[in-house]
């Protein structure tokens, strides 16, 4: 399919989604560093298990920079324990924080205050931060323009003929990014406050402290499209058998 086809198709995804959907409201958080610490721990489990581990670090006064710093590795693996791969999470964190510490004085303001092309790169060098761990916390915790490819964004266009199983992340994220940003100039939605609620599909989140963040058009549509494309891949399209029959993006399907 020639690119600037893709692109097209892309951004009509968008827009059947977000009209099917509205607001999905990612990333759910009440603060920039529990987005990061749901980035971390999202890793090869499910969100329901991510939360049990978030809800341990908050009942334990542990949801911060300072408190991941003052907890002994230990605790720190017994508190994140439900997230699965506890010991390599809790090593992980333990290494955002003390790069925190080391290169920003603990400052999340300032580590965000990089570009962000530098800041992705100086990410991707940490120990555990592969482009879709790099990409969430730039984009859901730093309000960033990036966009986060994920298993479902893959599957989603390899079914749909956009892309091969071969096609690397990097070209997908620039195909997503390019294809999505003529409609953050059409926009000018600065706030998703000021929008109206729609109904959600059920992998929604309620809205929080993070998800309504003022942030520019820009980066509140790559917010949407993940979010929406999560919720074709949760309810739709499965690894293993696509229930084409109800899903929005059915009529883009293409004719066998
Ligand atoms: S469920 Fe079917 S129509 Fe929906 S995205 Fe997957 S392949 Fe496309």
């Known amino acids: 399919m020639p690119e600037e086809q893709k692109k097209t198709e892309i951004r009509r995804y968008y827009q059947t989604l977000y009209s099917a959907w509205g607001e999905q409201h990612w990333w759910p958080g009440e603060t920039q560093f529990e987005v990061i610490v749901g980035a971390y721990l999202t890793q090869n489990t499910a969100w329901t298990n991510v939360e049990r581990a978030i809800e341990n670090l908050r009942a334990a006064k542990a949801l911060s920079v300072e408190g991941i710093r003052s907890l002994t590795l230990a605790r720190l693996e017994k508190l994140i324990r439900p997230s699965g791969y506890f010991r390599q999470k809790a090593k992980r964190l333990k290494t955002f924080v003390a790069h925190l510490d080391k290169k920003y004085a603990g400052s999340l303001e300032r580590m965000f205050s990089q570009p962000t092309n530098e800041l992705r790169e100086e990410l991707l060098a940490l120990n555990g931060v592969g482009p879709e761990t790099a990409d969430s916390i730039l984009l859901y915790a730093g309000n960033q323009p990036v966009f986060v490819v994920d298993a479902y964004t893959r599957r989603v266009l390899d079914r749909h003929g956009i892309i091969s199983a071969k096609t690397d992340y990097e070209e997908i994220r620039c195909l997503f990014e390019s294809a999505l940003?003529?409609?953050?100039?059409?926009?000018?939605?600065?706030?998703?406050?000021?929008?109206?609620?729609?109904?959600?599909?059920?992998?929604?989140?309620?809205?929080?402290?993070?998800?309504?963040?003022?942030?520019?058009?820009?980066?509140?549509?790559?917010?949407?499209?993940?979010?929406?494309?999560?919720?074709?891949?949760?309810?739709?399209?499965?690894?293993?058998?696509?229930?084409?029959?109800?899903?929005?993006?059915?009529?883009?399907?293409?004719?066998?």
């Open 181 to 256: 940003a003529p409609l953050a100039d059409e926009q000018r939605v600065t706030n998703s406050r000021t929008r109206p609620e729609r109904d959600r599909c059920s992998s929604a989140h309620p809205p929080s402290a993070m998800s309504t963040a003022q942030r520019t058009a820009l980066v509140q549509i790559y917010n949407e499209m993940h979010g929406l494309i999560v919720g074709v891949g949760k309810h739709y399209c499965g690894k293993s058998q696509p229930k084409c029959d109800g899903c929005p993006l059915q009529p883009f399907l293409p004719k066998r």
